[in-house]
């Protein structure tokens, strides 16, 4: 008994052994399965985490070359808008140097900029530009650039903007042979002695250069006249008040006339015959233009120069050029002289403009809006 159960025991020892061994084998390979597991796993993520430095370095370079590539580009754009700022400035003032009238601005704003302060004529200048603004429907103004053509400017820019014709007396002479006309068949030798603005002495080279004046301004009004585009003829207006050497000629063109026709209204007082218009009378009344010489020596000559147009003048300028000249003068407000009509008497087929003034001296453009 006692060797048959030891024969059991030993059985199941040996059984016991056996199954212990097959545990020990099969937790061995579960051990390897897992240490392959484990081992696979690490090798990839060591072969994703090499990957990914890589691909890390190469977008860290890429993004670099990007962002220098945008703050290039940001300082080249901010570069570029700086001198593209520089360069419309620098045109902008050009033009507005160049330009003799400009463009419209507010009334009341121009009003308040130039006329600040509470002195008793920056009120009484504050209150005329608000009569003109609410009882004349005036809303805007051009400003005329100050010098002494100031008053031919504003004048003849208007003419040419608003496509007013020749005067008839003009349609019917042919206005190049003026000079010719005084200087030869009416023996005004003291031509020589006309002054073309600043220049005060010309000599015998008068004839020539009053010649290309009465070119300029027929060329330039017939050629402005045919524009009947409003918006192109505004252009050319534009361009032509932006050449100062032929703006010249014409307001020394218009000087001429004025003095031709002083001329002739001379000759006709002398021979006892009565004038085209009484304003010559009046005009040949002044001590300081009893006669033709001393109307172009005292005042045409310094017109451009030294002085501007006085009002007998503008009364001759209206009634030659055939507008009627209505003129705003603001440091008349509040009297009988607060707007005035250059000639006071014209015809009604006549074409009206408008001038504005603070001193009778210096001129802008009013503009009407309804």
């Known amino acids: 008994m006692q060797r048959r159960h030891d024969r059991k025991a030993s059985k199941n020892r040996d059984q016991f052994t056996e199954q212990e061994k097959q545990s020990r084998i099969n937790h061995s390979k579960r ?29 860290m370079l890429s993004m670099s070359f990007l962002t220098a590539v945008f703050l290039y580009c940001r300082r080249l754009y901010s570069f570029l808008a700086q001198l593209l700022k520089r360069w419309s400035n620098y045109l902008q003032r050009k033009l507005i140097r160049n330009l003799s009238v400009l ?17 008793k004529q920056a009120k009484h200048m504050r209150e005329a530009y608000e009569e003109l603004f609410w009882s004349y429907r005036i809303k805007y103004l051009r400003q005329v650039r100050r010098d002494n053509y100031c008053v031919l400017r504003a004048v003849l820019f208007q003419i040419f903007s608003q496509g007013i014709p020749f005067p008839s007396w003009m349609k019917e002479r042919d206005i190049l042979k003026l000079p010719e006309k005084l200087l030869y068949s009416q023996g005004c030798n003291w031509i020589q002695q006309y002054s073309f603005g600043p220049e005060r002495y010309t000599g015998p080279n008068v004839f020539g250069k009053l010649r290309k004046c009465m070119e300029t301004l027929k060329t330039s009004w017939t050629e402005i006249y045919a524009t009947k585009d409003h918006e192109k003829r505004g252009n050319t207006c534009n361009t032509l008040f932006s050449d100062e050497s032929k703006e010249h000629k014409l307001y020394e063109a218009v000087k001429f006339i004025m003095l031709y026709e002083v001329v002739e209204a001379y000759e ?30 005292n005042h045409l000559n310094s017109i451009g120069d030294s002085n501007c147009l006085d009002q007998v003048e503008l009364f001759l300028l209206g009634y030659l ?31 009206e403009i408008c001038l504005l003034t603070e001193d009778d001296h210096y001129y802008h453009i009013p503009l009407f809006r309804t």
Request: aromatic share 12%; hydrophobic share 35%; proline share 3%.
């Open 31 to 59: 051990s390897v399965g897992k240490h392959e597991v484990r081992s696979w796993t690490t090798t990839t993520k060591q072969s994703l985490c090499l990957m990914w430095q890589k691909v890390k370095v190469q977008l």
């Open 103 to 119: 463009t419209e601005v507010d009334l009341l704003g121009y009003s308040a900029r130039e006329w600040k302060g509470e002195t």
């Open 321 to 351: 050029l055939e507008v009627k000249i209505r003129v705003y003068r603001l440091h008349r407000f509040h009297t009988e002289e607060f707007h005035v009509n250059y000639p006071d008497e014209y015809r009604r087929e006549w074409n």
């Open 268 to 297: 006709q007082i002398k021979n006892r015959e009565e004038p085209k218009h009484n304003l010559f009378s009046l005009l040949l009344a002044r001590d300081s233009s009893s006669d033709p010489l001393s109307f172009m020596m």
